[in-house]
C-alpha cells in the first residue's frame, strides 16, 4: 500500500436475535442501552433494517455474501452455502486484511470441496471461508465452559444444563433468578475479553479485521444480576397478539403450524410444554430478563468501545453493530423467530466510518437490509461492489447524502420445508420445495407470499402494526393484493442470479461484467 493511504480497520459485530426496536437510540420505552447509542451517536443509525432470512444461517449468508437467499440458496441450518459465491471474509483478505473471527458464523461447508469422512460435514457451525480463527464459540461452548473451570466456575453441568437458574427446582415456573456464573463469566464477557487480548497485540501500522460474534441475547433466556432484575416485567409495551393463541392459529394454516412447534425447552432448559401455553405474567418475566441480556451485551461494547480508545486505534476503526434477525419474544404468544413477522426480521444497525463525520448522529428510516452489509464494506474500503450482488452500499447515507434512488421496500424470505421428518411437507400436503414464503414491506403494507397453494396474507401495517388483520381475502384490497404479488414476482425476476447473466461471449471475447467471486485477485 506504498503512496496510498492506510485502510480503516474493520470491527463487524453481530449480535444473536436482537430486535431492532430494543434500542434506547430508537425510542425504545423501557430498554437502555447507552453504549450502543454511544456508537450511534458518532454514527448513522439505520431505524427500518431487517434480516434477509432466518434462522442462523440463512441470515447470516444474506449477511456474508450479500445475496438473497433465492441466491445464496441457505434455507435451513446446515444447508451447505455454495462455494462459488463470494464472501466478506475472502474480499477482506484479497485486499491485504487476515480477517479474523471471535465467535461463530453458522456456515455449513460446500460437500463437494469435502472429503467423505470431512468431520466438518457433520455440522453447521462451519466456519465462513476466509477467516482465520481467534476464537471459536460454537453452540456447545465448550471452550467457554473450559475457561469457566479456569476461573473457578463449577462447569460440570455443560450445555445448556449450565444456563438453567439456579435453586429454581420448578421447571415450568418463569423466574428470574440467575445462572451460577456471574456478568464478568458469560459468554460474552469470555468474547469481549478475548478480542480485547487480541487488539493489543496488534500492530498499529497494520490494519485489522475482525469479526466479533455474540451468541446474546439468543436463548436460553437467563442473565446473571444485576441484569436479571434490571427491568420489571409490568414495563414494556403491551404485546401484538390476537385474543388467544388459537385465535392466531386459526388465523391462517401456517400460524397453527408455527405455534404447535415452539417448546418450551428451547428457551428455558427443563421447561415442559409448548410455549403458547405460557401466561401474560410468565411471558413479561421472560421478556425483562430478554431486556436484561441485551443491557449484558451493551455493557461488553461499552468495554469494547473502551479498549478501541485506550489501543488509539478508535478513530482508524469502522464499527458495524448488528444482529443476524430478531426475536418474537411474546408477539403472537411466540418466541424466537421465522416465518414472516416483522418482530423476527426487524433488526439493529449502527454504523460509524470516523471518516465520515458529517452524518455522525442520524438516522436513516429508508429501508435498509442485510445484503446492505457486504456491498457497504467494500465500498468503504476503496473497492467498487461486484455489480451482481443484491444489496446496495450504504455509504452515500454515512457521507450525509442519500442516494438519487433507493428501494421503498423492504424484502425476505423463509423456507420452512424440514428434510430430515418431513413434518412440514405432510402437515401441508405439499412439496418441499413448496414449503416457503417470501415477503414485501413498504411504509404502509405487507404483503406475505406462500408457495403450495397456501393463502396469501396482506396487512396495512401502518395501520395494524401488530399485523393482526388479513386484508387479503377484502375485496376492497384486491387490487392491493394483485400490485403486491406482481411487485414481488418482479422483485424476484430482477434478482434472480446475476453472476454470469451480466456478460456475454462474443466474437470479441468476453463484453460486460463477469463476476470472479468476491475473493479473486485478478
Not at 445464496?72 to 474480499?91: E, F, K, T, Y
Not at 428470574?176 to 458469560?186: C, F, L, N, R
Request: glycine letters at 10%; one cysteine or more.
Amino acid at each position: 500500500m506504498t503512496g496510498k493511504a492506510r485502510r480503516p480497520n474493520v470491527l463487524l459485530i453481530t449480535c444473536d436475535q436482537w430486535r431492532g426496536d430494543c434500542l434506547s437510540a430508537a425510542g425504545h420505552p423501557v430498554v437502555k442501552t447507552p453504549n450502543a447509542d454511544a456508537l450511534a451517536a458518532e454514527g448513522v443509525l439505520f431505524k427500518q433494517h431487517y434480516g434477509g432470512a432466518a434462522p442462523c444461517s440463512p441470515a447470516r449468508a444474506c449477511l456474508y455474501t450479500g445475496l438473497y437467499q433465492m441466491n445464496n440458496r441457505v434455507c435451513r441450518n446446515g444447508s451447505p452455502l455454495d462455494a462459488r459465491h463470494g464472501n466478506i471474509a475472502q474480499h477482506a483478505r484479497s485486499i491485504g486484511y487476515d480477517p479474523t473471527l471471535f465467535g461463530y458464523t453458522d456456515v455449513a461447508l460446500d460437500p463437494r470441496l469435502l472429503t467423505s469422512g470431512d468431520p466438518r460435514l457433520k455440522t453447521y457451525e462451519g466456519v465462513l471461508p476466509g477467516f482465520t480463527v481467534r476464537q471459536l464459540l460454537p453452540e456447545h461452548q465448550k471452550q467457554w465452559l473450559s475457561w469457566l473451570k479456569q476461573q473457578g466456575v463449577d462447569a460440570s453441568a455443560g450445555s445448556p444444563g449450565i444456563h438453567r437458574p439456579v435453586g429454581d427446582e420448578d421447571d415450568d415456573s418463569v423466574t428470574e433468578a440467575p445462572p451460577i456464573y456471574s456478568k464478568d463469566h458469560t459468554p460474552a464477557a469470555f468474547l469481549a475479553g478475548e478480542f480485547i487480548r487480541w487488539l493489543g497485540e496488534q500492530e498499529q501500522a497494520a490494519p485489522w479485521f475482525a469479526h466479533l460474534s455474540f451468541i446474546s441475547p439468543h436463548p436460553p433466556f437467563i442473565v446473571p444480576e444485576p441484569y436479571n432484575t434490571l427491568y420489571d416485567p409490568a414495563d414494556g409495551p403491551a404485546f401484538y397478539r390476537a385474543d388467544s393463541w388459537r385465535a392466531e392459529a386459526q388465523s391462517h394454516p401456517y400460524l397453527a403450524y408455527d405455534l404447535s412447534r415452539r417448546n418450551r425447552a428451547n428457551f428455558r432448559p427443563g421447561a415442559a410444554g409448548k410455549v403458547h401455553d405460557w401466561s401474560e405474567d410468565d411471558f413479561r418475566r421472560i421478556r425483562a430478563i430478554y431486556y436484561g441480556m441485551i443491557s449484558e451485551v451493551d455493557a461488553k461494547l461499552g468495554l469494547i468501545w473502551q479498549a478501541l480508545k485506550l489501543s488509539g486505534t478508535w478513530d482508524d476503526t469502522i464499527v458495524v453493530l448488528t444482529s443476524d434477525h430478531a426475536e418474537m419474544m411474546g408477539d403472537h404468544f411466540m418466541l424466537g423467530k421465522g416465518g414472516y413477522f416483522d418482530g423476527s426480521y426487524h433488526i439493529p444497525l449502527i454504523i460509524r466510518d470516523p471518516r465520515h463525520r458529517k452524518a455522525a448522529g442520524s438516522a436513516v428510516d429508508r429501508f435498509t437490509e442485510a445484503v446492505d452489509i457486504l456491498p457497504t464494506l467494500i465500498d468503504l474500503l476503496g473497492e467498487p461492489p461486484e455489480p451482481h450482488l443484491d444489496g446496495c452500499s450504504l455509504k452515500p447515507f454515512l457521507s450525509g447524502g442519500s442516494p438519487a434512488a433507493w428501494r421503498d421496500a423492504a424484502h425476505w424470505e423463509f423456507d420452512f420445508r424440514s428434510i430430515a421428518d418431513g413434518e412440514a411437507e405432510a402437515h401441508f400436503g405439499i412439496g418441499s420445495r413448496q414449503c416457503n414464503l417470501a415477503v414485501i414491506r413498504t411504509k404502509k403494507f405487507k404483503y406475505v407470499h406462500f408457495g403450495g397453494g397456501l393463502p396469501p396474507l396482506l396487512f396495512n401495517v401502518e395501520a395494524d402494526p401488530g399485523e393482526l388483520t388479513n386484508l387479503a381475502t377484502s375485496p376492497a384490497h384486491l387490487s392491493t393484493r394483485l400490485q403486491f404479488a406482481e411487485r414481488l414476482l418482479a422483485w424476484r425476476a430482477e434478482h434472480l442470479d446475476q453472476s454470469l447473466a451480466l456478460a456475454e461471449l462474443t466474437e470479441n471475447g468476453v463484453v460486460g461484467h463477469v463476476s470472479k467471486g468476491i475473493g479473486s485477485r485478478e
